[in-house]
């Protein structure tokens, strides 16, 4: 299972995920693909996101049983503490003030 969520992307960006993807949501789509598929799709997203900001999970044999990557300016960062991939939170008066978006 794979689940992309994309914010202030780009129309051609967002028909091109349409491709592969079942769109569920506005600007989150889901679908089962290859691992070598995933790569290219997440490529896609590397070189047409522009302004937006994007995240990636999918399923994989791991203890947490899944696995992301983030792109973009977003509050939400991904921090590895212990081997463990979690998601922290960028103060939101520092996030406002640095003029990249508001929450």
């Known amino acids: 299972m794979l689940v992309i969520v994309v914010e202030n992307a780009p129309p051609r960006l967002r028909g091109r995920l349409a491709v592969w993807l079942l769109e569920i949501r506005a600007g989150v789509y ?3 693909v290859s691992r070598r598929v995933r790569e290219m799709i997440w490529k896609q997203i590397e070189c047409g996101l522009e ?8 399923s994989t044999n791991s ?3 899944f696995d992301f990557l983030t792109l973009g300016e977003n ?4 921090v590895e503490m212990d081997g463990i991939k979690l998601v922290s939170f960028l103060p939101l008066e520092s996030f406002q003030n640095s003029g990249k978006s508001s929450v």
């Not at 302004?51 to 999918?58: E, F, K, L, R, S």
């Not at 509050?75 to 991904?78: K, L, M, N, T």
């Open 30 to 32: 889901v679908g089962t």
């Open 63 to 65: 203890e947490r049983g």
């Open 75 to 78: 509050r939400r960062i991904p």
């Open 51 to 58: 302004q937006g900001n994007a995240v990636i999970a999918w």
